[in-house]
T-cell receptor
Framework: GQQVMQIPQYQHVQEGEDFTTYCNSS?????IQWYKQRPGGHPVFLIQ?????EVKKQKRLTFQFGEAKKNSSLHITATQTTDVGTYFC??????????FGTGTRLQVFP | EPEVTQTPSHQVTQMGQEVILRCVPI?????FYWYRQILGQKVEFLVS????????KSEIFDDQFSVERPDGSNFTLKIRSTKLEDSAMYFC????????????FGPGTRLTVL
């Protein structure tokens, strides 16, 4: 079946440091979505990327879709304690079934 | 801002019992989903539902599971005879459009099977 891997599994950073999580698919994607899940919370949609090589920014967050549409990254500049949570990429393969990545849990120390 | 709601927030049941998890999707959404998340693991798709029928289901969604939209607002997930391994957080989600679009997740129901 389709596999969506994320690295790293965990990341601990000092507040103010940058953070990046990477998402890799075994097959070419039609699009990729990113979700954030706070501890004890539910997934909350952040963004969707559709085009090859696409880069989108949301304040301190930068999302990138690979040229081959098989990988993506989420970069947070100057992390804050409010960034704590697990970041999941999620993909679809010509249906609306979301296949979630394994997630990267971010911990930010003040 | 409209949101997906789920009840109960926590359900404890004995193995072999039936449970019904309830969801109220966002009112103008047409596509509905159930996902589950075992503690500490990733979110897994269970089933999608559109136009009063299942559009897709995963291998997890076996004969013990069923979904229903009984009255045009509620969307329910029933597990007929719960097993220990059904213990997880169950999230309902809804979407306005089909295909590759944002899904709005509810707060989840934590199911504990003893």
């Amino acid at each position: 079946g389709q596999q969506v891997m994320q690295i790293p599994q965990y990341q601990h950073v000092q507040e103010g440091e940058d953070f990046t999580t990477y998402c890799n698919s075994s097959t070419t994607l039609s699009n990729i979505q990113w979700y954030k899940q706070r501890p004890g919370g539910h997934p909350v949609f952040l963004i969707q990327l559709v085009k090859s090589g696409e880069v989108k920014k949301q304040k301190r967050l930068t999302f990138q879709f690979g040229e081959a549409k098989k990988n993506s990254s989420l970069h947070i500049t100057a992390t804050q304690t409010t960034d704590v949570g697990t970041y999941f990429c999620a993909v679809t393969y010509n249906t609306d079934k979301l296949i979630f990545g394994t997630g990267t849990r971010l911990q930010v120390f003040p | 801002e409209p949101e997906v709601t789920q009840t109960p927030s926590h359900q404890v049941t004995q193995m072999g019992q039936e449970v019904i998890l309830r969801c109220v999707p966002i009112s103008n959404h047409l596509y509905f989903y159930w996902y589950r998340q075992i503690l500490g693991q990733k979110v897994e798709f269970l089933v999608s539902f559109y136009n009063n029928e299942i559009s897709e289901k995963s291998e997890i969604f076996d004969d013990q599971f069923s979904v229903e939209r009984p009255d045009g607002s509620n969307f329910t997930l029933k597990i007929r005879s719960t097993k220990l391994e059904d213990s997880a957080m169950y999230f309902c989600a809804s979407g306005r459009l089909a295909g590759d679009n944002e899904q709005f997740f509810g707060p989840g129901t934590r199911l504990t099977v003893l």
